[in-house]
């Protein structure tokens, strides 16, 4: 890939609304994915492999639990603080934040805020440092977009829980060390368990052939009569509002991430089409060129006022779940958008590796499927504001 010249879009200075922590955490974690991002991760994604040497950097800037305590080894920085790291992550790979949000918000927020103090103290420290990676099962073969009818389950067999069942789409699951798995118990029940590997019956082969997210390993969890000790259910929250719960915080941090795609795919566009010349001119001359220009700084704009607002709201715990649902299908919509016509203003360079935007549309076709679809955010939208659920 060119040397990674992004110059951050701020058409309406938002920067001074930012605090000097939100500016500096900004600014450290930008400076990390010029350092150690931009410059591999076309290679990694051309050969669909996750890079691990990744994991010790980013543990390293906080982005592995950044809002979790600092008692239990997370960065204990702000929701905006937060939302900031993810959007300069994903300004470099969509897969590299997914890695970041797995670990974050679905992974050690469920152990800090649904596990016990042991369990706190045994995996959250252990998380935040990469010396865990950690994986979050909810989706299964039959059941996506409705995840309360998992079939997944566990029984209680007196000294320990025996736990069947699969789930599919599972990102860094070919190597995670532990996975929060969503299951039934026999009532019907959902918990949150926590499964180690090297448990017996415990296997996460992988998925191959995917056109986005390739920096990212995507696999299964399978359990085959998996014996999994009583003290690894997570105790203080249970049914399908907590895993639900935990999507909330991913969903957040996506928000931010997408907008971090969108103005790496408007910056690379905005500089070439001023120095590509056809007829005699820069392209950027032309009305058609600059008409998609317009529209997606007007768009960027607009997204980072929507979750810079969330994101006050989130701190103070004044965030509801369809305010969050409407930052995700937004951001991620226009990121997607943008990317499709940045990559037609490159014309035969948009489609090589030579420019990160091809790598960021496919990316944000993943994007837009997880942590809910375009279509399933859109309807808990149309819930919110008529009162009536089109679900059921
Ligand atoms: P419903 O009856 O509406 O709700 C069941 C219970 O959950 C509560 N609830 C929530 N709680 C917290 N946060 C939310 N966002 C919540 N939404 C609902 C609700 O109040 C209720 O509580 P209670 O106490 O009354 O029982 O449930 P439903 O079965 O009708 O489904 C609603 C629906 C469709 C919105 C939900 O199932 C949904 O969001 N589906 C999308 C599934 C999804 O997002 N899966 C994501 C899998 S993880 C993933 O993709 C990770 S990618 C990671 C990466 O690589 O970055
Ligand atoms: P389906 O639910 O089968 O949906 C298919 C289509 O039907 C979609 O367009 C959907 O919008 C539409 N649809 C469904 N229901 C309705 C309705 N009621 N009304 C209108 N339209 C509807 N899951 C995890 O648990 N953990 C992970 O770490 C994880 N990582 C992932 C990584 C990648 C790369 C991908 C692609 C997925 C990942 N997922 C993960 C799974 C992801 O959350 C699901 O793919 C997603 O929730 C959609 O489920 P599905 O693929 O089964 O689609």
Excluded at 35 to 51: C, G, L, R, T, W
Excluded at 144 to 156: A, E, H, I, Q, R
Excluded at 207 to 230: C, D, M, Q, Y
Excluded at 279 to 288: N, S, T
Aim: net charge negative.
């Amino acid at each position: 890939m060119a040397s990674d010249l992004f110059q951050s879009p701020d058409y309406y200075n938002i920067d001074d609304l930012l605090s000097e922590e939100h500016i500096l955490v900004r600014n450290a974690t930008r400076d990390w994915v010029k350092k150690d991002v931009s410059p591999i991760i076309e290679d990694y994604a051309q050969k669909a492999e996750f890079p691990k040497q990744m994991v010790a950097g980013l543990a390293e800037i906080g982005a592995f639990g950044p809002y979790i305590p600092q008692e239990y080894g997370g960065a204990g920085l702000d929701q905006i603080s937060y939302g900031l790291m993810m959007q300069e992550i994903e300004r470099g790979d969509s897969g590299v934040r997914s890695t970041c949000s797995v670990q974050s918000s679905l992974v050690m927020y469920p152990i800090y805020a649904y596990g016990n103090e042991e369990q706190r103290k045994k995996y959250l420290p252990k998380l935040a440092s990469g010396e865990f990676l950690g994986s979050f099962g909810l989706t299964e073969p039959d059941f996506g977009s409705n995840p309360g009818g998992m079939v997944t389950n566990f029984k209680d067999m007196g000294d320990h829980y025996l736990l069947n069942g699969a789930k599919l789409w599972i990102s860094n699951a070919p190597f995670c060390d532990v996975a929060v798995v969503w299951a039934k118990n026999e009532e019907g029940r959902i918990h949150g368990l926590i499964v180690e590997r090297g448990m017996e019956g415990f296997s996460t082969p992988e998925t191959h052939g995917k056109w986005s997210l390739r920096a990212s390993a995507t696999g299964e969890l399978v359990f085959s009569n998996v014996k999994i000790p009583k003290e690894n259910l997570l105790p203080n929250k249970s049914g399908l509002g907590a895993p639900l719960g935990c999507l909330d915080s991913a969903r957040y941090g996506i928000a931010w991430g997408a907008l971090g795609a969108a103005m790496d795919c408007y910056d690379t566009a905005l500089r070439y089409s001023k120095e590509r010349v056809q007829f005699g001119r820069p392209i950027g001359g032309f009305q058609l060129q600059q008409k998609k220009l317009a529209e997606m700084i007007t768009e960027i704009t607009k997204a980072q006022l929507l979750v810079l607002r969330l994101g006050q709201l989130k701190n103070k715990g004044l965030a509801t779940s369809a305010q969050i649902s409407m930052a995700k299908r937004n951001n991620v919509d226009i990121a997607l958008k943008i990317a499709r016509d940045a990559r037609q203003m490159l014309g035969g360079m948009g489609i090589t590796g030579e420019f990160p935007i091809m790598r960021h549309m496919m990316n944000l076709e993943s994007v837009v499927t997880y942590e809910g679809t375009h279509d399933i955010h859109l309807l808990i939208t149309g819930m919110d504001v008529t009162g009536i659920n089109a679900f059921t």
